[in-house]
């Protein structure tokens, strides 16, 4: 089992850029594929991007694409999304989670069984 904890969430505006970040407890952290989702009020939960155990094979939904980078660092236990060039509709709140048993990340929400509590995005236009 892991537990995730995200931060580096704020307000910033338009153009501006953040840094996420996810740090997950345990000893396994490798042995999972990594996403982020965000959620907008009143939409659905949405994929952003994702990355292998490894820290190969990056993602990346249509949207995001050019501007955002998911990384990991193994040894840190921790994942990475980089947000530049923010809009004001990458405002969410965006959510870390992490799947056993696939090498390879998901675009699909239901094969993560461990989800961090949120951060919080912003974009001011």
């Known amino acids: 089992q892991v537990q995730l904890v995200e931060s580096g969430g704020g307000l910033v505006q338009a153009g501006g850029s953040l840094r996420l970040s996810c740090l997950a407890s345990g000893r396994t952290f490798s042995s999972y594929a990594m996403a982020w989702f965000r959620q907008a009020p009143g939409k659905e939960r949405e994929f952003v991007a994702g990355i292998s155990r490894s820290g190969g094979s990056p993602s990346y939904a249509d949207s995001v694409k050019g501007r955002f980078t998911i990384s990991r660092d193994n040894a840190k236990l921790t994942v990475f999304l980089q947000m530049n060039s923010l809009k004001a509709e990458d405002t969410a709140v965006y959510y870390c989670?992490?799947?056993?048993?696939?090498?390879?990340?998901?675009?699909?929400?239901?094969?993560?069984?461990?989800w961090g509590q949120g951060t919080q995005v912003a974009v001011s236009s």
């Open positions: 989670a992490a799947a056993s048993g696939l090498w390879l990340p998901s675009e699909s929400a239901y094969v993560y069984a461990y």
